[in-house]
């Protein structure tokens, strides 16, 4: 399940269910799954905090219609502190949002090691 379907989820299920949750109580989430929070700054920096996993092909086209929705002026920025697995496609992902212009923040080093490999190899296959 992708990192914004989860709320989206559980909320229907709750609704189907008959279940009352009173307010301020927080739904279940995944260990693990991926989580997103967004501040904007008001010098137009637009920050997206991303937490637990990014797997599926549907968190990453999740982020990119989030990312799109976000207008071409702004400074993105992408806080990954407190990511804690990506896989191939992820990368791939990251790799072409700072290529976009997409700034990376608190990028994992693992995950930061990974797309300058990919980046690497490219430039040596010269695309």
């Known amino acids: 399940m992708g990192c914004f379907a989860t709320q989206l989820r559980s909320q229907r299920i709750d609704e189907r269910e008959g279940i009352d949750i009173p307010s301020g109580i927080q739904r279940f989430q995944p260990k693990g799954a991926c989580m ?23 968190d990453i086209e999740q982020l990119r219609q989030l990312l799109a929705l976000e207008k071409s002026r702004q400074q993105l920025v992408l806080d990954m502190k407190d990511v804690t697995l990506v896989n191939e496609d992820a990368v791939k992902f990251l790799r072409r949002c700072e290529a976009d212009g997409i700034r990376l923040e608190n990028c994992p080093l693992h995950v930061r090691r990974w797309i300058d490999q990919v980046n690497d190899q490219l430039r040596r296959q010269g695309m």
């Open 36 to 58: 997103l929070r967004t501040r904007r700054t008001g010098n137009g920096r637009v920050l997206l905090i991303l937490s637990g996993r990014i797997e599926t092909t549907e």
